[in-house]
């Protein structure tokens, strides 16, 4: 039993530690950015904790942040533009409305972070995890997400022409309305994804996953500017290729009835379940 409470009583100390290093680092940071990053110079081994920190609606132009300790912080509506943001955890961490243009985000931990109408455009998010992340109506015009982990990511219309996204993991995420005119998504999974109303014109699919991607149309195909044999395809496209960026596409009516089938039971199990 005292073992217990002496280790209970290191845990709070700890917590009341990290809360006070959080206080001391935002108080800094909203002083002045620039002498933020010239402390985090002189000290560059210093852990930077800004755990559940309220920062939003702040200056924060060119934030040197990287590596940082930020999960459940508030971002919302901050000006993060061209901040250094490399290797920062970032677990759900709120950014509604930021400015992050031109933002690096190289190698950060965003799972479950809310970017809800953000400004990503041009920013790097190479090898990033935004797993579960909320990106509806972001900005992430020729964003760099190559390889990117965005599994089931909601990025119902979301901007993203231009954007990098070779190696990009989309499976499962909501495309709903998105705009990928132009996008490269060379070589990324989107199986499973939903690209209902989704504009792919001008994209690159050269050995994209398409696999189980629900709503996907052969009007949408059409529009794409390149794909290969090794793009795979729903079971209820058929496209063959004819030529150099030249190719034919079937939909086959059985396939999507039995799509929209399985699509509206799952939808009746689901409400069954939720009326138990």
């Known amino acids: 039993m005292k073992i217990l409470v002496q280790v209970f009583s290191f845990l709070i100390f700890l917590s009341l530690t990290a809360n006070t290093h959080a206080q001391e680092n935002v108080s800094l940071l909203k002083e002045s950015v620039q002498q933020w990053n010239k402390w985090r110079e002189k000290n560059p081994g210093a852990i930077s904790d800004f755990r559940g920190a309220d920062l939003s609606m702040s200056n924060l132009l060119g934030a040197n942040l990287s590596m940082s300790i930020l999960s459940m912080s508030n971002f919302s509506m901050s000006n993060l533009l061209g901040a250094d943001l490399r290797g920062a955890i970032l677990r759900e961490t709120t950014f509604a409305d930021a400015n992050l243009r ?3 985000l190289a190698d950060a931990n965003l799972r479950g972070a809310i970017l809800e109408d953000a400004n990503l455009r041009e920013a790097i998010l190479k090898d990033a995890n935004l797993q579960d992340v909320r990106l509806q109506f972001a900005i992430l015009r020729g964003a760099d997400l190559q390889g990117t982990n965005l599994f089931m990511s909601d990025l119902r219309g979301a901007s993203l022409q231009g954007a990098n996204l070779r190696f990009a ?23 499973g994804a939903n690209l209902q109303s989704a504009s792919l014109r001008g994209a690159t699919l050269n050995g994209a996953n398409l696999q189980d991607a629900k709503n996907l149309s052969c009007n949408q195909v059409s529009s794409v500017k390149s794909l290969d044999k090794d793009t795979k395809f729903p079971n209820y496209l058929e496209v063959k290729i004819t ?13 999507i009835d039995k799509q929209e089938g399985e699509l509206n039971s799952k939808a009746k199990q689901e409400t069954e379940r939720s009326v138990r």
């Not at 993991?169 to 199986?191: F, I």
């Not at 030529?243 to 396939?255: D, P, V, Y």
């Open 102 to 104: 031109g933002a690096v």
């Open 169 to 191: 993991n989309l499976q499962d995420a909501n495309l709903q309305n998105a705009d990928l005119q132009d996008a490269n998504l060379q070589n990324s999974s989107l199986r």
């Open 243 to 255: 030529g150099e960026n030249q190719w034919t596409c079937k939909e086959l009516k059985e396939e």
